[in-house]
């Protein structure tokens, strides 16, 4: 200080003109870029001036004015990388303007920036030398020159260089080449970080290093943006994937998330909702998210901020939809009841905020038909779903117009009630679509069939009835079996009280059976009779004594002939496929199904699989498969009889199918059956009948869409994983093997790849399910989708410390955590200093 | 991006765009450009075909949601890789330095209205 008074005192030295250099360091460099700003030269082109001067710029005539705002939109497109875009906003530009100067350079940049260096030269070598584009051409290709790092004298052969710049080259120089920020991030980010050693195995990111960052990013924001864009995301990153709770408190105060989350709430929801506890503190984010800061971000599209809400309010339903209870081996017996107020909500929710949302609608669709199928349902619980499917499939239909099945639903609902009016739309948009779905292309057959059924309501419309179902006659679909128009042609007799024309009928049905060499099962005879006789309205007073075999059936359902069986389910395949189930399935369906399914269990006999009887067997196992009944909610139960069928595309069809039918978590074991995804899509190309060939290939397409999802979603609702511990658990694979009784040598476990399982599946011709063959890659997966707080996500091998308690208040100061007791850090610090 | 190879092959848009999962709307038009302006539909029409289709699907609002708020299972990413990257983009100037490095000090300076109310 003393010397410095005396210098004041003496006679003050004389002002020399810096020499330029480079800036060594990134502060430096960082106040330079600071100070500089374009400054007008006496005698600078006014056009010039104007592209930085708002003054200038304002007194222009507007046909310049107008050319100078199109030189600042490319100057700030080619700094925003968007370069083409730059040079098309210039094209307008004519030769004879004062501004084709600027077009020229800003060509030239954006072949500069692109390191085309020579090309850059090119344009440029052409700008004249007074103009400022041309200075500032010399200065980048200056810049280039390595003499620059080692002379701060400019070069005295180069005339095109003086000294403002030598200073501009420098400047460019010390930015784009030596890049000392760079250099002292890395310094830095090699350094070892100061942890404790209990922790610093499971630490990704110590409060020094974060603060270091914070710093650091705050410091340099304006000279590397890149830089510093990029460390800041790593660090929440790192903030994100460690177990403490006041690091993570830190870093999202402290850095600004992505465009679509700025304030880190979404993300700190998904955080604290790993923790063991941390749901309320989770919920809370998110609601804060939902209401505050994503409705209020124009950092991203309303179209985004809409799909956004959709898709975290349809989490919430599938969540509020299969509640779990902790992720343990317990977790889905001592699950809480399903809220199914709270699901319906959260559904009505996501399709409010994004009615496109195809998947949300299907899964709602889905989430109330498993209600409406579920047999053991009261009626007046079945009620409220009932209500519930028109307006869900309506929704649907408004929000993504292009999906078939629920103008196919509507079709037959508004018909059902007579709705004609608002039926005809969806008739006439299925009819012009050009869908391949063979459904769609059989709408005219199933408007004639529903309308002949319709006119049987009523008497006075009976004599209509007929040319109806003459007319379906005419379109019946060649996928679809005819047997039952027979059973309708009857019906509608009964109907209109023609007893002998009925009892003929029905006489000429089995005797035609009798003559194409397909003697008639009782039990089909008679289902397809009551069906066909409900849909034709015959009064319930003469349904009775059609009812009564099958009534007798289901009470020695145990005693029914396999093949009687498969027939029956063979016909409510069609019924499922055409949707025309009569009311009275729902009472003896499921019965047929448990039996079915149960003598499906043992072997069979070869006469019961000759190659008439495998067409009915084999629909009879995919009206099954539709019904759920090959599944447990978390893993298939294929039935062991499918291997002795030596039908690799049934079983793999069947697999593909209930996968697809079930929730969404076990959807995602989709992805371990490439392989049969594959033989059912080649089976598709190849298949002659239209509506399995349609059928086949929309399954493997659906399939493959969901093999490709990430099986769990938001990492946020990873915790609810309910196959987490069966596939990391060896009680589990004890129980399993328990379940696949090595005396039987035919069953597997299709997810299995043991010997035994693998030697039964390739007897059954089925490829192994293509699955990660790196052990330790698939246990990390697993482990991915555990809670934070489980060992398996931490990083180590060693018993990690409880996680932070997530906390907010009061916050965490750094000085204190730099300081505080207890801390082998803080005392070498403290030494240090 | 990564890997030519890989990235042609691969099914997800993003990756296709050699973009990370959290690629925001800008960042997936931006790179979109990059791609059409590397591969024109007259110079590599399958490549061109396939970088329309990706970004035409993750153009998709929802998709493009679905994928920011899938969270990354993988481990952090390394110092170095970060650094590594950064040393092979140097940073573009602003505007308005980019403009300073045409100022001619010595010539002589216009009187600035700036400078009279001074």
């Given at each position: ?37 374009p ?36 100057l ?30 800003v ?32 200065a ?24 403002d ?66 460390l ?93 209870y ?23 929710l ?16 889905d ?30 239909s ?95 007799m009964l ?7 009925y ?301 932070s ?28 200093r | 991006m990564s ?9 997800d ?54 994928r ?51």
């Amino acid at each position: 200080m003393a010397k410095n008074r005396k210098q004041k005192k003496g006679k003050p030295p004389k002002r020399r003109k810096p020499q330029p250099t480079l800036a060594q360091s990134p502060g430096r460099l960082q106040r330079r870029m600071s100070r500089v700003r374009p400054i007008a030269w006496l005698g600078e082109v006014e056009a010039d001036v104007a592209v930085f001067d708002d003054q200038v710029f304002a007194g222009l005539a507007p046909e310049l004015a107008s050319e100078v705002a199109l030189v600042r939109e490319a100057l700030q497109l080619v700094t925003d990388s968007f370069g083409s875009d730059a040079n098309k906003r210039l094209e307008s530009i004519s030769r004879r303007s004062p501004l084709s100067e600027w077009r020229l350079f800003v060509r030239g940049l954006v072949l500069w920036y692109d390191e085309g260096f020579d090309d850059a030269q090119e344009n440029w070598k052409r700008l004249d030398l007074q103009r400022r584009p041309s200075r500032i051409a010399r200065a980048l290709t200056a810049s280039k020159k390595t003499v620059l790092e080692q002379t701060d004298t400019p070069d005295a052969n180069d005339k095109l260089l003086d000294s403002d710049l030598l200073a501009a080259a420098n400047l460019v120089h010390s930015v784009r080449v030596a890049r000392p920020a760079i250099a002292e991030a890395a310094r830095e980010l090699n350094r070892r970080e100061r942890i404790p050693s209990e922790l610093a195995r499971i630490s990704l990111l110590g409060p020094e290093r974060l603060e270091w960052i914070i710093d650091f990013c705050a410091q340099y924001r304006q000279v590397e943006p890149q830089l510093v864009d990029a460390l800041k995301q790593a660090a929440l990153d790192r903030a994100m994937k460690q177990p403490f709770a006041d690091i993570n408190q830190i870093a999202t105060a402290k850095i600004s998330g992505p465009p679509h989350d700025p304030k880190n709430l979404l993300s700190q929801s998904i955080y604290y909702g790993k923790f063991e506890g941390g749901e309320i503190k989770a919920e809370s984010f998110l609601s804060q998210y939902l209401t505050k800061s994503l409705p209020n971000n124009e950092m991203i599209s309303p179209k985004l901020r809409s799909a956004i809400e959709s898709l975290l309010h349809l989490e919430d339903a599938r969540n509020e939809a299969r509640p779990s209870y902790g992720d343990t081996i317990f977790g889905r017996f001592l699950a809480p009841p399903v809220d199914e107020k709270a699901v319906i909500k959260s559904y009505k929710l996501a399709l409010e905020a994004y009615p496109a949302n195809a998947e949300a609608h299907r899964e709602y669709v889905d989430w109330i038909r498993e209600h409406l199928d579920d047999e053991r349902m009261r009626k007046s619980l079945r009620e409220p779903f009932e209500k519930l499917i028109q307006p869900a499939m309506k929704a649907w239909s408004d929000g993504v117009p292009d999906e078939i099945e629920p103008r196919l639903w509507l079709v037959d609902h508004y018909l059902e009630n007579e709705q004609l009016e608002e039926a005809k739309p969806h008739v006439q948009w299925l009819a012009g679509s050009r869908h391949s779905d063979p459904r769609v292309r059989a709408t005219p057959w199933k408007w004639e069939l529903l309308e002949a059924m319709r006119l049987c309501r009523r008497k006075t419309w009976l004599s209509h009835a007929q040319e109806k179902l003459d007319a379906a006659e005419q379109l019946w679909p060649t996928w679809l079996s005819r047997d039952w128009l027979a059973y309708l042609r009857a019906a509608l007799m009964l109907r209109q009280n023609k007893m002998q024309a009925y009892e003929a009928a029905r006489i000429d049905i089995r005797q035609q059976r009798l003559a194409s060499g397909r003697p008639i099962c009782e039990l089909t005879d008679a289902v397809m009779m009551l069906g066909a006789a409900q849909h034709m309205r015959v009064p319930a007073a003469e349904l009775k004594s059609l009812r009564e075999p099958i009534d007798a059936a289901v009470k020695s359902v145990a005693n029914l002939d396999f093949n009687h069986l498969v027939q029956v389910a063979s016909f409510f395949w069609d019924l499922y496929r055409t949707n025309m189930q009569y009311p009275a399935y729902r009472m003896h369906g499921g019965k047929f199904a448990t039996e079915l399914h149960r003598r499906l269990q043992s072997k069979l006999k070869p006469a019961d699989v000759t190659p008439e009887r495998r067409s009915n067997l084999r629909d009879a196992i995919y009206w099954l498969s539709q019904r759920r009944v090959f599944s447990d909610g978390y893993k298939l139960t294929l039935p062991r009889s499918l291997i002795s069928l030596d039908e690799p595309l049934l079983v793999a069809v069947t697999t593909v199918q209930c996968l697809l039918l079930s929730h969404r978590m076990m959807r995602g074991q989709l992805q371990n059956y490439n392989a049969q995804i594959s033989l059912v899509r080649e089976a598709g190309a190849k298949e002659t009948d239209p509506y399995y060939r349609y059928w086949y290939q929309s399954l493997a397409e659906r399939a493959s869409e969901e093999a490709a999802k990430n099986p769990f979603g938001m990492g946020r609702f990873g915790s609810i994983d309910p196959f987490g511990w069966s596939a990391s658990d060896d009680e589990d694979d004890e129980e399993e093997d328990d379940d696949w009784s090595d005396d039987d040598e035919d069953s597997f476990d299709p997810e299995c790849d043991c010997p035994s399982c693998t030697a039964a599946r390739e007897r059954a011709g089925i490829p192994l399910p293509s699955r990660s063959t790196n052990k330790d890659e698939s246990n990390r997966s697993f482990a991915a989708r555990r809670p934070m707080n489980d060992q398996m996500d931490l990083p180590l091998d060693l018993d990690p410390p409880k996680p932070s308690t997530p906390r907010i208040d009061p916050p965490i100061d750094p000085d204190f955590r730099r300081t505080r007791p207890k801390n082998p850090m803080d005392t070498k610090r403290k030494k240090g200093r | 991006m990564s890997n030519e190879k890989e990235v042609a092959s691969s099914d997800d848009p993003l990756q296709v765009l050699g973009l990370p999962r959290n690629a925001t709307e800008q960042q997936v038009r931006q790179r979109y450009l990059e791609l059409v302006r590397e591969f024109p539909p007259e110079r590599d029409p399958v490549r061109f075909q396939q970088i329309y289709a990706a970004y035409k699907s993750i153009e998709d609002p929802l998709m493009l949601a679905n994928r920011l708020l899938i969270q990354d299972d993988d481990p952090p990413r390394n110092w170095d890789d970060i650094l590594n990257e950064q040393k092979a983009k140097p940073p573009r100037l602003s505007v308005e330095v980019l403009l300073s490095l045409g100022n001619q000090t010595s010539a002589k300076q216009p009187i600035t209205s700036e400078m009279s109310d001074e």
